[in-house]
């Protein structure tokens, strides 16, 4: 592929010459568009690489699976069929709506036909060799209504009704949190993985089942920004900084007089924090744990690894346990407790109470059933098209799934 870290949406008049006489062998003329589709660049992209592409159309993610790893061959097929989609003719659909009076109500219902499906193709050739696996492609379109003629009365078969209620919005996953960033012009494809990382390590955030939570260390030390730095963490700052290099790199700003013009200000504001803030402290938990050396009740202390248990009476006594926290379930393995762990770069996953003597493990929290297919534990996994916790099978063979 060309160049990854780069946000641009510009394609060479080579490759776009390429991909159309591609799409024409494979696919026919009618799939190829009149004219080149150009796409507008973000107001704060960076234009100095073509958008990612496929260095060469003619590499199919067919041709070269057998020299890529599974995520490779994952990663480079998405990106193949959205630069081939991309240049081609749109889809063409019937579409049906349908007014139904019941006394004085009107119910609406609509149904769409695909006529002609344009793009649409590449990625139903997709969703046919992998037996729908990764593509829903088309599935909420292909609504299909009965035949009707207009003034055809209909017979009631059965009456559902649904109770909704308002919903916060949903929290970040590490893909909505990039989404955020872009839309926002904070930061650069570049510095994405690195910004997430870089909180996560710092214990401001916690990511469980791809759902990110903030830290009692999170919030304070987001409270403090706020009351501090506004300036600095407002969303437009990091935008306005990239407009100023931008102008900078054209020539029509000068470098040292945007940094005295930024510094003077950001130094009185470091003096004035430096006075107030103090050390940052995140206040113990006490819990009911008694510690075993002492007898006091033993308190949750902040790490560099997340939370553990140390005994309030330090440096006098220096007696340390790790949280354990259960989940609830029987592992399926040795009918132990599954227990909740982190790594060292603070991922939580599940694991039985008797390891090392049993190896159980899973990224997934168990739910403490077992698969009505496969007889595999069944785990709790987020769903980013669903937007909601899914229950589905472990064994990545067995499709079975809930909700």
């Not at 909704?164 to 919005?169: D, E, G, L, R, S």
């Not at 989940?327 to 009918?335: N, R, S």
């Amino acid at each position: 592929i060309t160049y990854m870290r780069t946000d641009s949406t510009r394609i060479s008049n080579e490759a776009l010459q390429d991909v159309r006489a591609y799409i024409e062998s494979r696919y026919g003329n009618e799939y190829v568009p009149e004219k080149n589709r150009i796409f507008r660049n973000k107001s704060a992209s960076q234009d100095a690489h073509e958008a990612i592409r496929p260095s060469n159309v003619l590499l199919t993610p067919e041709d070269i699976k057998e020299s890529l790893n599974r995520d490779q061959l994952k990663l480079y097929k998405l990106i193949w069929e959205r630069f081939v989609a991309c240049q081609m003719s749109p889809a063409i659909f019937d579409t049906l709506n349908v007014d139904i009076s019941v006394d004085k109500y009107i119910f609406k219902v609509a149904g769409s036909r695909i006529k002609f499906p344009g793009y649409r193709i590449v990625y139903e050739e997709s969703k046919d060799e992998t037996e729908g696996e990764n593509s829903n492609i088309g599935d909420e379109d292909n609504a299909n209504l009965p035949e009707l003629t207009e003034g055809e009365k209909l017979n009631l078969k059965k009456i559902e009704s649904q109770q909704n209620f308002t919903q916060p919005p949903p929290r970040y996953t590490e893909a909505s949190l990039v989404k955020a960033l872009e839309e926002k012009g904070i930061g650069r494809p570049s510095t994405y993985a690195p910004t997430i990382s870089t909180i996560i390590s710092r214990n401001y955030i916690v990511r469980e089942s791809k759902v990110l939570y903030p830290t009692e260390l999170g919030k304070i030390v987001t409270d403090i920004m706020k009351n501090h730095f506004r300036n600095i963490v407002d969303v437009t700052f990091t935008a306005q900084i990239e407009d100023e290099l931008d102008k900078i790199e054209e020539g029509n700003k000068d470098w040292v007089q945007v940094l005295n013009d930024f510094y003077k200000e950001f130094d009185i504001t470091v003096k004035k924090a430096e006075q107030s803030i103090g050390n940052i402290e995140v206040p113990d938990e006490v819990t009911d744990v008694i510690c075993d050396k002492c007898g006091r009740h033993m308190v949750v202390k902040m790490g560099r690894y997340g939370k553990f248990l140390a005994c309030p009476g330090f440096p006098e006594c220096r007696n340390t346990k790790p949280i354990v926290e259960e989940a609830g379930v029987v592992c399926p393995k040795c009918h132990g407790k599954v227990v909740i762990r982190k790594t060292k770069k603070g991922r939580k996953y599940y694991a039985c109470e008797n390891n090392p003597k049993c190896d159980f493990m899973s990224w997934d929290k168990p739910t403490g059933e077992n698969c009505p297919q496969c007889g595999s534990f069944l785990v709790t996994k987020y769903s980013s098209s669903k937007k909601e916790n899914i229950i589905k099978c472990s064994n990545e063979k067995c499709n079975y799934k809930e909700g």
